[in-house]
């Protein structure tokens, strides 16, 4: 554990892709063992157990045992079955919806997020080519200033709520369960280890080929003062958050925009923040331990009981271990994908990849901040720019002539 956090530290954690299938292909999907709940160890070993143990008592039936284990009627096995499937299913139908409402609020967060930064920068540049009509140069370097103080922000801001919910409460219990008993020892754990920040990349040092993301990538990485305060800070993502409406509350006199119509990008950042603090109720709250201690001693006691029920009423020395074999493997692998969607946001193969979202957040950035975007929405006078709406009216072999003589990427829309 300690040499694995210090190469962590060192080289950056390595997230797993979250896995992509094509459900068309139907071997591939039947054999495929990444990502597979029937092909782990645990559950193979199981089921070939109880097909054994079925094995063994149709042995004994059949040598005549006194001692064979024998039922005189299925109605309790069936009370018991109906019981385990329910319970079970009952799980997974929860475990998706958890698992769903995961991915429905990230894409609420990072949405919001988006609108928030996008509502900004066009608010910032109609505001900025005013202030450089009018020369007003102080004007243009505290706006041109903002905008890349909060550019830089939002995608820290990202960094830290993808890092945050990937190291839930629910996700850290895995790693300190023979430590950790409840929520109060838990922070207390927390306070000992101190607060560590990802492995982060500066976007221009990032190899956009490499199929597996070991940091998160930033336009920029953090300054010592802001890593400092981040390590002693509690809650990183609300302390981003603060630093990013301290500059839109500093920019806002300077914006042209009406204050009420400003007041837009803090409902957004808003949303984003509820979006958050909803994966996080995910990512901290565990599924109930007595549901869960429950369901796991029913299994037991009934993937025990199942050799008995199927060998006495099958006789057969190959169909009742295979029956065995798959009865134990359909209850037993449901709970396992009912446990795998539960935790959405940890490490597994199945888990949503954070990383992805959070660099498909920064290239949204980059996007709405390129320069050929003012460029293209306001090319000025000295662009040979083209009415469109004037184009309606012409002739199509005409019009098809013009565009070949115009550059688009000037036109004015």
Known sequence: GGLKCAVDACFGRRFRNMLLYDNKRFFWLLLNRR?????????????????ALGGAIQYMHESEWEDAPSIGHHYGLQALGVAVTWAIVFRTNLAWTRYWEAVTQLHVMYSKWADAFSQFYGFSEVTLKAAKEKKDEEKVKRIILKQRRLKVNFALLSAMAAERLSNGDNQLIEEMSRKVRSRSAMRVEKELKGTGLPSMVAKKDFDRELRTVGSYVL?????????????RSNDAVSSVMYWILWDLASVMKDIDTAPPIQSR????????MLGFNNCLKIA???FPLPFAQLLLLLLVAFSVLIPLYVIV????????PILCFFLFESLWCLNEVAKELENPFGQ??????LPDFHLRFVDNLETVSHCEQRQMLDPGDDFNAVDLRSLANQPPLEVAALAATVDTTKLRL
Do not use: W
């Open 35 to 51: 990502g597979s709940v029937f092909y782990r160890c645990d559950s193979l070993v199981g089921g070939l157990f109880v097909a």
């Open 219 to 231: 336009f920029c990485k953090p300054s010592e003062q802001q890593i400092e305060l981040l390590k």
């Open 265 to 272: 990008m803090y409902q957004e950042l808003s949303n984003g």
């Open 284 to 286: 901290d709250v565990p």
């Open 313 to 320: 009423f099958t006789k057969s020395r190959v169909v009742g």
């Open 348 to 353: 597994d193969m199945n888990d949503i990849s």
